[in-house]
């Protein structure tokens, strides 16, 4: 049975950093596209970044570039998303998704950005 698992949000101020976990079992972590997703208030589930199956070329939404990073830890079966630079706008519930013939998705984590 596969189980994505997020863990790392709650409050923090504008400029701060977090860094978002999300524990995976049940596959293999090379065989998936495995995503960070949002959802702000009163808006639509948006993908913010994306790995691809070999860990390379990362996928990020114009609104986070430069400021989150996307990973994975193969051996912990792990994908993180660093979050630098925090912003008010940045608060939403994250969610991981796998996918390849299938999509699993995490319960969520809530994020937020507030003084």
């Known amino acids: 049975q596969v189980h994505l698992v997020e863990s790392g949000g709650g409050l923090v101020q504008p400029g701060g950093s977090l860094r978002l976990s999300c524990a995976v079992s049940?596959?293999?972590?090379?065989?998936?596209?495995l995503g960070w997703h949002r959802q702000r208030p009163g808006k639509d589930r948006e993908l913010i970044a994306s790995?691809?199956?070999?860990?390379?070329?990362?996928f990020y939404r114009d609104s986070v570039q430069g400021r989150f990073t996307i990973s994975r830890d193969d051996e912990s079966k792990t994908v993180y998303l660093q979050m630098n630079n925090l912003k008010s706008e940045d608060t939403a519930v994250y969610y991981c998704?796998?996918?390849?013939?299938?999509?699993?998705w995490g319960q969520g984590t809530q994020v937020t950005v507030a003084s």
């Open positions: 998704k796998a996918t390849s013939m299938d999509v699993y």
């Open positions: 049940g596959l293999t972590l090379s065989e998936y596209i």
């Open positions: 790995l691809s199956k070999s860990g390379k070329s990362p």
